[in-house]
């Protein structure tokens, strides 16, 4: 199971996740220089007063995490491995959509900085592609063998 390189994928993918989880997101700064800060599950002002729970977007990271661990224990069917990583990446799609939904909501006259984390669910997709692919790989060499016998 943890010698098939999907795995290996998998299990950064969850990883990923869960930093994502834990980071902040971006931060929001007003023509005065006031500044929110915007984490997966609230948007803390320097005061530290909790403005808005975006919630959607920790669930969708947690749907994320917990869809890559139980990917990862499904090594025995393959193609359900492949639907789920499927879903997954389009889990990781929504978590941009939504993230851009509560930007231009939140924004008013502020801008928007976003934090170097907004890149993790990008590398996360990635990943889940490059599994997809190995998992592939892996039916395809089953099938090899069972044609042989």
Known sequence: MIQR???VYLLVVAI???VMISLPVGSFVTPDYHMSELTNLALVSE???LDYAPWALFALQTVSAILALVTIFLYKKR???IRLTLFNMLVLVGYYVTLVIFVLNLKGDASFVPSWTVC???ISIILSWLAIRAIGKDEML???YERLR
Request: net charge neutral; charged share 10%; no cysteine.
């Open 47 to 49: 005061e530290g007063v």
């Open 120 to 122: 993790l669910p990008l």
């Open 5 to 7: 390189i999907q795995t």
């Open 16 to 18: 990923l996740a869960v």
């Open 142 to 144: 089953v099938k090899a």
């Open 79 to 81: 193609m359900l491995q």
